[in-house]
Protein backbone atom coordinates (compact mmCIF):
# COMPACT_ATOMS: atom_id res chain seq x y z
CA UNK A 1 0.00 0.00 0.00
CA UNK A 2 2.84 2.88 1.05
CA UNK A 3 4.74 1.35 -2.45
CA UNK A 4 1.20 2.14 -4.06
CA UNK A 5 1.09 5.53 -2.50
CA UNK A 6 4.18 6.49 -3.55
CA UNK A 7 4.59 5.81 -6.95
CA UNK A 8 1.03 7.31 -7.55
CA UNK A 9 1.89 10.54 -5.59
CA UNK A 10 5.23 10.19 -7.22
CA UNK A 11 3.97 10.67 -10.56
CA UNK A 12 1.83 13.27 -9.60
CA UNK A 13 4.34 15.30 -8.83
CA UNK A 14 6.60 14.39 -12.19
CA UNK A 15 3.45 15.83 -14.33
CA UNK A 16 3.44 19.04 -11.78
CA UNK A 17 7.10 19.20 -12.17
CA UNK A 18 6.87 19.13 -15.87
CA UNK A 19 5.24 22.20 -16.88
CA UNK A 20 7.12 24.11 -14.19
CA UNK A 21 10.65 23.09 -16.07
CA UNK A 22 9.41 24.54 -19.04
CA UNK A 23 7.93 28.03 -17.33
CA UNK A 24 10.89 28.34 -15.54
CA UNK A 25 12.84 27.91 -18.82
CA UNK A 26 10.77 30.23 -20.71
CA UNK A 27 11.51 32.50 -18.16
CA UNK A 28 15.40 32.22 -17.74
CA UNK A 29 15.48 32.65 -21.54
CA UNK A 30 13.31 35.94 -21.48
CA UNK A 31 15.82 37.42 -19.53
CA UNK A 32 18.77 36.88 -21.97
CA UNK A 33 19.48 39.81 -24.41
CA UNK A 34 16.58 39.51 -27.07
CA UNK A 35 17.76 38.72 -30.99
CA UNK A 36 17.57 41.81 -32.74
CA UNK A 37 14.83 41.21 -35.59
CA UNK A 38 16.21 41.52 -39.28
CA UNK A 39 15.95 44.61 -41.17
CA UNK A 40 13.58 44.24 -44.04
CA UNK A 41 14.16 46.56 -46.78
CA UNK A 42 11.81 46.94 -50.12
CA UNK A 43 8.40 47.97 -50.70
CA UNK A 44 5.34 47.31 -48.05
CA UNK A 45 3.11 44.71 -48.63
CA UNK A 46 -0.43 45.66 -49.18
CA UNK A 47 -2.41 44.70 -46.41
CA UNK A 48 -5.81 44.63 -45.22
CA UNK A 49 -6.54 44.98 -41.44
CA UNK A 50 -9.62 42.85 -40.35
CA UNK A 51 -11.48 44.36 -36.88
CA UNK A 52 -14.11 41.91 -36.00
CA UNK A 53 -17.09 43.54 -34.09
CA UNK A 54 -20.08 42.74 -31.68
CA UNK A 55 -22.08 45.87 -30.37
CA UNK A 56 -18.24 47.93 -30.21
CA UNK A 57 -19.93 51.36 -30.72
CA UNK A 58 -18.13 52.77 -27.36
CA UNK A 59 -14.72 51.52 -28.28
CA UNK A 60 -14.66 51.34 -32.10
CA UNK A 61 -13.57 54.71 -33.18
CA UNK A 62 -10.61 54.55 -30.83
CA UNK A 63 -9.76 51.74 -31.94
CA UNK A 64 -9.75 52.84 -35.90
CA UNK A 65 -7.68 56.10 -34.93
CA UNK A 66 -5.04 54.18 -33.73
CA UNK A 67 -4.75 51.96 -37.38
CA UNK A 68 -5.83 54.58 -39.85
CA UNK A 69 -2.96 56.82 -39.88
CA UNK A 70 -0.59 53.79 -40.51
CA UNK A 71 -2.14 52.84 -43.45
CA UNK A 72 -0.71 53.22 -47.27
CA UNK A 73 -2.85 53.62 -50.38
CA UNK A 74 -4.31 50.89 -51.58
CA UNK A 75 -4.81 49.12 -48.33
CA UNK A 76 -7.88 48.48 -46.68
CA UNK A 77 -9.92 48.85 -42.88
CA UNK A 78 -12.77 45.99 -42.68
CA UNK A 79 -15.04 46.29 -39.60
CA UNK A 80 -16.97 43.09 -39.76
CA UNK A 81 -19.85 44.32 -37.25
CA UNK A 82 -20.89 41.04 -36.11
CA UNK A 83 -24.81 40.72 -34.92
CA UNK A 84 -24.95 43.84 -33.49
CA UNK A 85 -27.60 45.79 -32.59
CA UNK A 86 -26.13 49.29 -32.33
CA UNK A 87 -24.01 51.64 -34.38
CA UNK A 88 -20.98 50.32 -34.82
CA UNK A 89 -21.28 49.67 -38.32
CA UNK A 90 -22.07 53.42 -39.14
CA UNK A 91 -19.77 54.84 -36.84
CA UNK A 92 -17.00 52.79 -38.62
CA UNK A 93 -18.32 54.11 -42.02
CA UNK A 94 -18.10 57.52 -41.05
CA UNK A 95 -14.84 57.62 -40.22
CA UNK A 96 -13.60 55.83 -43.80
CA UNK A 97 -13.63 52.81 -42.67
CA UNK A 98 -15.29 49.56 -44.98
CA UNK A 99 -18.16 47.95 -43.09
CA UNK A 100 -19.67 44.44 -43.65
CA UNK A 101 -22.74 43.45 -41.18
CA UNK A 102 -23.05 39.76 -40.55
CA UNK A 103 -26.03 38.86 -38.35
CA UNK A 104 -26.58 35.18 -37.56
CA UNK A 105 -28.28 34.31 -34.22
CA UNK A 106 -27.22 30.60 -34.64
CA UNK A 107 -23.53 30.80 -35.62
CA UNK A 108 -22.15 33.23 -33.16
CA UNK A 109 -18.11 33.80 -32.34
CA UNK A 110 -15.12 35.23 -33.72
CA UNK A 111 -14.45 32.80 -35.95
CA UNK A 112 -17.57 33.08 -38.10
CA UNK A 113 -16.93 37.16 -38.04
CA UNK A 114 -13.41 36.10 -39.28
CA UNK A 115 -14.96 33.83 -42.05
CA UNK A 116 -17.14 36.65 -43.10
CA UNK A 117 -14.65 39.08 -43.59
CA UNK A 118 -12.20 36.83 -45.36
CA UNK A 119 -14.45 36.36 -48.08
CA UNK A 120 -15.60 39.74 -48.24
CA UNK A 121 -12.03 41.05 -48.51
CA UNK A 122 -11.60 38.49 -51.56
CA UNK A 123 -12.57 40.46 -54.10
CA UNK A 124 -9.75 42.67 -54.00
CA UNK A 125 -7.56 40.61 -51.76
CA UNK A 126 -4.26 42.03 -50.25
CA UNK A 127 -1.20 40.68 -49.77
CA UNK A 128 -1.23 40.21 -45.65
CA UNK A 129 -4.37 39.93 -43.33
CA UNK A 130 -3.93 41.85 -40.03
CA UNK A 131 -6.16 40.95 -37.42
CA UNK A 132 -6.81 43.78 -34.94
CA UNK A 133 -9.41 43.25 -32.07
CA UNK A 134 -12.21 46.28 -31.86
CA UNK A 135 -11.20 47.39 -28.10
CA UNK A 136 -7.30 47.60 -28.98
CA UNK A 137 -4.86 50.36 -29.60
CA UNK A 138 -2.20 49.48 -31.92
CA UNK A 139 1.49 51.55 -31.33
CA UNK A 140 2.78 53.41 -33.99
CA UNK A 141 4.77 51.74 -36.72
CA UNK A 142 2.94 48.43 -35.78
CA UNK A 143 1.13 47.73 -39.01
CA UNK A 144 4.32 48.19 -41.12
CA UNK A 145 6.27 45.85 -38.73
CA UNK A 146 3.69 42.77 -39.06
CA UNK A 147 3.23 43.20 -42.56
CA UNK A 148 6.83 43.36 -43.12
CA UNK A 149 7.98 40.51 -41.17
CA UNK A 150 5.19 38.25 -42.70
CA UNK A 151 5.61 38.66 -45.97
CA UNK A 152 9.30 38.68 -45.80
CA UNK A 153 9.37 35.17 -43.91
CA UNK A 154 6.52 33.46 -45.36
CA UNK A 155 4.76 33.04 -41.77
CA UNK A 156 1.98 34.30 -39.59
CA UNK A 157 3.52 36.80 -37.29
CA UNK A 158 1.99 37.56 -33.48
CA UNK A 159 2.46 40.89 -32.04
CA UNK A 160 3.13 41.71 -28.48
CA UNK A 161 -0.62 41.70 -27.05
CA UNK A 162 -0.81 43.27 -23.55
CA UNK A 163 -3.68 43.60 -21.42
CA UNK A 164 -3.79 46.87 -19.12
CA UNK A 165 -5.20 47.16 -15.70
CA UNK A 166 -7.16 50.37 -15.76
CA UNK A 167 -6.37 52.92 -13.36
CA UNK A 168 -7.49 52.58 -9.81
CA UNK A 169 -7.61 48.63 -10.64
CA UNK A 170 -8.24 46.62 -7.15
CA UNK A 171 -5.16 43.81 -6.91
CA UNK A 172 -7.31 40.78 -8.34
CA UNK A 173 -6.77 42.80 -11.70
CA UNK A 174 -3.64 44.34 -11.66
CA UNK A 175 -2.75 40.48 -10.35
CA UNK A 176 -4.03 39.39 -13.91
CA UNK A 177 -2.40 42.00 -15.53
CA UNK A 178 1.02 40.24 -14.10
CA UNK A 179 -0.09 37.32 -15.25
CA UNK A 180 -1.16 38.35 -18.75
CA UNK A 181 2.29 39.66 -18.80
CA UNK A 182 3.70 36.11 -18.18
CA UNK A 183 1.65 34.60 -20.60
CA UNK A 184 2.40 37.14 -23.75
CA UNK A 185 5.38 38.46 -22.81
CA UNK A 186 7.86 36.40 -21.07
CA UNK A 187 6.69 32.96 -22.07
CA UNK A 188 7.32 33.86 -26.08
CA UNK A 189 9.94 35.74 -25.32
CA UNK A 190 11.79 32.89 -23.92
CA UNK A 191 10.53 30.99 -26.51
CA UNK A 192 12.08 33.24 -29.60
CA UNK A 193 14.95 33.51 -27.77
CA UNK A 194 15.71 29.68 -29.27
CA UNK A 195 14.10 30.44 -32.20
CA UNK A 196 10.62 28.93 -31.49
CA UNK A 197 7.06 29.87 -32.40
CA UNK A 198 4.49 31.28 -30.22
CA UNK A 199 0.97 30.77 -29.84
CA UNK A 200 -1.26 33.15 -31.67
CA UNK A 201 -3.08 36.03 -29.40
CA UNK A 202 -6.41 36.63 -31.23
CA UNK A 203 -5.01 40.17 -31.73
CA UNK A 204 -2.31 41.32 -33.37
CA UNK A 205 -1.96 38.77 -35.78
CA UNK A 206 -0.56 39.41 -39.66
CA UNK A 207 -0.93 36.15 -41.93
CA UNK A 208 -0.06 36.24 -45.87
CA UNK A 209 -3.49 35.96 -47.68
CA UNK A 210 -2.28 32.57 -49.08
CA UNK A 211 -2.59 31.15 -45.93
CA UNK A 212 -5.88 32.97 -44.42
CA UNK A 213 -7.85 31.16 -47.61
CA UNK A 214 -6.01 27.85 -46.50
CA UNK A 215 -7.74 27.02 -43.03
CA UNK A 216 -11.46 27.01 -41.67
CA UNK A 217 -11.91 30.11 -39.92
CA UNK A 218 -15.77 29.36 -39.08
CA UNK A 219 -15.41 27.62 -35.59
CA UNK A 220 -17.29 28.89 -32.69
CA UNK A 221 -14.24 27.52 -30.58
CA UNK A 222 -14.29 29.48 -27.26
CA UNK A 223 -10.27 30.08 -28.36
CA UNK A 224 -9.88 30.24 -32.13
CA UNK A 225 -6.57 31.73 -32.10
CA UNK A 226 -5.24 29.12 -30.57
CA UNK A 227 -6.51 26.50 -32.64
CA UNK A 228 -5.48 28.73 -35.30
CA UNK A 229 -1.64 29.10 -34.72
CA UNK A 230 -1.65 25.12 -33.92
CA UNK A 231 -3.06 24.44 -37.77
CA UNK A 232 -0.52 26.43 -39.03
CA UNK A 233 2.07 24.70 -37.27
CA UNK A 234 1.43 22.04 -38.34
CA UNK A 235 1.00 23.11 -42.00
CA UNK A 236 5.41 23.95 -41.59
CA UNK A 237 4.39 27.97 -40.94
CA UNK A 238 5.05 28.61 -37.52
CA UNK A 239 4.18 31.48 -35.69
CA UNK A 240 6.79 34.18 -35.37
CA UNK A 241 6.53 36.48 -32.40
CA UNK A 242 7.14 39.95 -33.02
CA UNK A 243 7.48 42.50 -29.98
CA UNK A 244 8.30 45.11 -32.05
CA UNK A 245 4.79 45.72 -32.39
CA UNK A 246 2.35 46.37 -30.04
CA UNK A 247 -1.23 46.21 -29.26
CA UNK A 248 -2.58 47.08 -25.84
CA UNK A 249 -6.35 47.09 -24.18
CA UNK A 250 -7.67 47.30 -20.89
CA UNK A 251 -9.06 44.28 -18.69
CA UNK A 252 -13.10 45.12 -17.57
CA UNK A 253 -13.73 47.25 -14.82
CA UNK A 254 -16.76 45.25 -14.15
CA UNK A 255 -16.29 41.78 -11.88
CA UNK A 256 -18.52 40.37 -14.41
CA UNK A 257 -16.75 41.34 -17.75
CA UNK A 258 -13.67 40.32 -16.11
CA UNK A 259 -15.05 37.08 -15.08
CA UNK A 260 -16.57 36.21 -18.00
CA UNK A 261 -13.52 37.22 -19.74
CA UNK A 262 -11.12 34.96 -17.82
CA UNK A 263 -13.57 32.29 -17.73
CA UNK A 264 -13.91 32.30 -21.98
CA UNK A 265 -9.71 32.41 -21.99
CA UNK A 266 -8.61 29.58 -19.84
CA UNK A 267 -11.69 26.94 -20.85
CA UNK A 268 -10.53 27.50 -24.00
CA UNK A 269 -7.53 26.95 -23.27
CA UNK A 270 -7.92 24.17 -20.17
CA UNK A 271 -9.91 22.58 -23.35
CA UNK A 272 -7.48 22.79 -26.41
CA UNK A 273 -4.74 21.01 -23.93
CA UNK A 274 -6.58 18.32 -22.78
CA UNK A 275 -8.56 17.18 -25.88
CA UNK A 276 -5.68 18.28 -28.14
CA UNK A 277 -2.05 17.93 -26.79
CA UNK A 278 -1.98 14.01 -27.14
CA UNK A 279 -2.22 14.39 -30.94
CA UNK A 280 -0.42 17.24 -31.25
CA UNK A 281 2.53 15.34 -29.10
CA UNK A 282 1.99 12.25 -31.29
CA UNK A 283 1.96 13.84 -34.10
CA UNK A 284 5.07 16.47 -33.68
CA UNK A 285 6.71 13.76 -32.52
CA UNK A 286 6.36 10.88 -35.62
CA UNK A 287 6.97 13.99 -38.22
CA UNK A 288 9.62 15.34 -36.78
CA UNK A 289 8.04 18.83 -36.50
CA UNK A 290 10.29 20.48 -33.28
CA UNK A 291 8.48 23.78 -34.16
CA UNK A 292 4.64 22.05 -33.40
CA UNK A 293 6.54 19.96 -30.41
CA UNK A 294 8.10 23.34 -28.90
CA UNK A 295 4.28 24.77 -29.73
CA UNK A 296 2.59 21.57 -27.58
CA UNK A 297 4.83 21.38 -24.87
CA UNK A 298 4.20 25.73 -24.27
CA UNK A 299 0.13 24.50 -24.55
CA UNK A 300 1.08 22.49 -21.84
CA UNK A 301 1.28 24.90 -19.49
CA UNK A 302 -1.78 26.11 -18.09
CA UNK A 303 -2.83 29.32 -16.84
CA UNK A 304 -0.31 30.37 -13.57
CA UNK A 305 -3.22 30.19 -10.84
CA UNK A 306 -4.07 26.86 -11.91
CA UNK A 307 -0.64 25.47 -12.18
CA UNK A 308 -0.04 27.04 -9.00
CA UNK A 309 -2.88 25.61 -7.06
CA UNK A 310 -2.50 21.96 -8.69
CA UNK A 311 1.29 22.13 -7.29
CA UNK A 312 0.28 23.32 -3.73
CA UNK A 313 -2.29 20.50 -3.43
CA UNK A 314 0.36 17.93 -4.84
CA UNK A 315 2.92 19.28 -2.31
CA UNK A 316 0.49 19.53 1.00
CA UNK A 317 -0.09 15.82 -0.35
CA UNK A 318 2.86 14.87 -0.75
CA UNK A 319 4.63 16.05 2.71
CA UNK A 320 1.38 14.35 4.35
CA UNK A 321 1.90 11.26 2.81
CA UNK A 322 5.67 11.63 4.21
CA UNK A 323 4.61 12.63 8.01
CA UNK A 324 2.02 9.09 7.96
CA UNK A 325 4.26 6.46 5.87
CA UNK A 326 7.44 8.11 5.68
CA UNK A 327 7.44 8.43 1.48
CA UNK A 328 9.94 10.98 1.08
CA UNK A 329 10.48 11.35 -2.67
CA UNK A 330 7.15 12.78 -3.44
CA UNK A 331 8.05 15.43 -1.16
CA UNK A 332 11.11 16.17 -2.79
CA UNK A 333 9.95 16.58 -6.32
CA UNK A 334 7.10 18.49 -4.87
CA UNK A 335 9.41 21.01 -3.31
CA UNK A 336 11.38 21.39 -5.77
CA UNK A 337 9.35 22.05 -8.05
CA UNK A 338 7.56 24.70 -5.75
CA UNK A 339 10.90 26.52 -4.99
CA UNK A 340 11.05 26.60 -9.18
CA UNK A 341 8.06 28.04 -9.47
CA UNK A 342 8.69 30.69 -6.88
CA UNK A 343 12.03 31.13 -8.57
CA UNK A 344 10.42 32.09 -12.10
CA UNK A 345 7.76 33.94 -10.66
CA UNK A 346 9.54 36.61 -8.71
CA UNK A 347 12.36 36.80 -11.89
CA UNK A 348 9.86 37.52 -14.09
CA UNK A 349 8.19 39.88 -11.94
CA UNK A 350 11.97 41.73 -11.39
CA UNK A 351 12.52 41.76 -15.10
CA UNK A 352 9.65 42.32 -16.78
CA UNK A 353 6.74 43.78 -13.84
CA UNK A 354 8.32 45.62 -11.49
CA UNK A 355 7.14 49.01 -12.51
CA UNK A 356 3.60 47.22 -13.49
CA UNK A 357 2.78 46.13 -9.79
CA UNK A 358 4.83 46.39 -6.52
CA UNK A 359 6.07 43.36 -4.53
CA UNK A 360 3.55 44.35 -2.06
CA UNK A 361 0.83 43.70 -4.92
CA UNK A 362 2.45 40.11 -5.59
CA UNK A 363 1.84 38.85 -2.44
CA UNK A 364 -1.52 38.72 -3.22
CA UNK A 365 -1.24 36.26 -5.99
CA UNK A 366 -2.24 33.52 -3.79
CA UNK A 367 -5.74 34.78 -2.77
CA UNK A 368 -5.87 35.32 -6.27
CA UNK A 369 -5.47 31.99 -7.39
CA UNK A 370 -7.68 30.53 -4.53
CA UNK A 371 -10.62 32.94 -5.75
CA UNK A 372 -10.58 31.32 -9.13
CA UNK A 373 -11.15 27.88 -7.63
CA UNK A 374 -14.73 28.12 -8.51
CA UNK A 375 -13.97 28.69 -12.60
CA UNK A 376 -11.71 25.63 -12.51
CA UNK A 377 -14.50 23.29 -10.79
CA UNK A 378 -17.10 24.32 -13.35
CA UNK A 379 -15.09 23.55 -16.11
CA UNK A 380 -15.15 19.72 -14.72
CA UNK A 381 -18.44 20.04 -13.83
CA UNK A 382 -19.96 21.62 -17.11
CA UNK A 383 -17.38 23.01 -19.86
CA UNK A 384 -18.23 26.21 -21.48
CA UNK A 385 -18.57 25.25 -24.79
CA UNK A 386 -20.54 28.53 -26.43
CA UNK A 387 -18.46 31.38 -27.22
CA UNK A 388 -19.80 34.74 -25.23
CA UNK A 389 -18.84 38.27 -25.08
CA UNK A 390 -17.15 39.84 -22.49
CA UNK A 391 -19.22 42.70 -20.88
CA UNK A 392 -18.08 45.95 -21.66
CA UNK A 393 -17.18 48.58 -19.02
CA UNK A 394 -20.32 50.77 -20.88
CA UNK A 395 -22.38 47.83 -21.37
Same mark, same amino acid.
Given at each position: ?127 ? /? ?28 ? &? ?14 ? /? ?5 ? /???? /? ?18 ? &? ?189
Amino acid at each position: MTILLGWLLGAFAVLTLLPVLVLFAQVLLACLPARSAPQVNGARPRVAVLVPAHNEASVILATLASIRPQLLPGDRLLVVADNCTDDTAALARSVGAEAAERHDEHLRGKGYALDFGVRHLAGDAPEV /VIIIDADCQVSEGSIDHLARRCASSGRPVQ &ALDLMRAPAGAGLKVQ /VAEFAWR /VKNL /VRPRGWARLGLPCQLMGTGM &AIAWRDMTSIDLATGHLVEDLKMGLAFCRSGKPPLFCPDALVTSYFPRSDEGLTTQRARWERGHLSVLLGDAPTLLKASVSRRNWNLLAMTVDLMVPPLALLALTLLGVFGASWLAFVLFDVLAPAVIATGAMALLCVAVLLAWSRFSREVIGFSVLLYAPFYAARKIPLYLGFLIKRQVEWVRSKRDDS
